[in-house]
């Protein structure tokens, strides 16, 4: 028993960890200027991304709801439709995710939960701001969640293939990774 106890705690501590590293990616975003509506870098992406990779769906998705409370709280935007939309961007992006990592590449991954997650805050926005013009606004969502996206998975397979050192976590041979 003592041996699942301590692999808990371990558990515990390492999302507890990655949490924070989001939290922290996401507020370093939130100072980030947005020409256009929904387009930011994505870095705490880069989190979930691995987390779900290294860690499965289920750590990838509590990742994602813990990052965008924490952030909106820090930022002070926890009442506000903006932590709506990071809350259902996070949430849809990581069922995505978690659904096509065994099918798709860590890349393709990323740009399919890069896409659900504009999507559905695109979708979210537009039952807020009924005027809202979304039509005009796919073309360039796509264009930029296929980019950030791909961006992102690639530095998560950096981040994988060298391992998390803030948690003494060795790497991971993405070769190996079940598909």
Do not use: C
Not at 161 to 171: A, M, N, Y
Request: glycine share 10%.
């Amino acid at each position: 028993m003592r041996k699942s106890t301590e692999d808990k705690k371990n558990r515990v501590r390492i999302e507890v960890l990655l949490v924070i590293l989001a939290i922290g990616a996401s507020v370093i975003e939130s100072i980030i200027p947005r020409p256009i509506p929904f387009i930011k870098p994505g870095l705490a992406n880069v989190v979930t991304v691995a987390a779900i990779i290294k860690y499965g769906f289920w750590t990838g998705l509590r990742v994602n709801i813990l990052r965008a409370t924490g952030a909106a709280i820090f930022i002070g935007i926890i009442a506000t439709p903006t932590y709506l939309l990071s809350l259902s961007g996070g949430i849809a992006s990581a069922l995505v995710m978690g659904s096509v990592r065994r099918v798709l590449s860590v890349t393709g991954m990323s740009v399919a939960g890069s896409l659900a997650s504009l999507y559905i805050q695109l979708l979210t926005a537009s039952v807020i701001l009924p005027g809202l013009p979304a039509g005009g606004l796919i073309l360039p969502l796509s264009i930029w969640g296929t980019l950030s996206g791909t961006i992102t998975g690639i530095v998560a397979i950096v981040l994988l293939r060298r391992g998390f050192p803030w948690i003494h976590d060795s790497g991971v041979d993405l070769v190996s990774l079940p598909k």
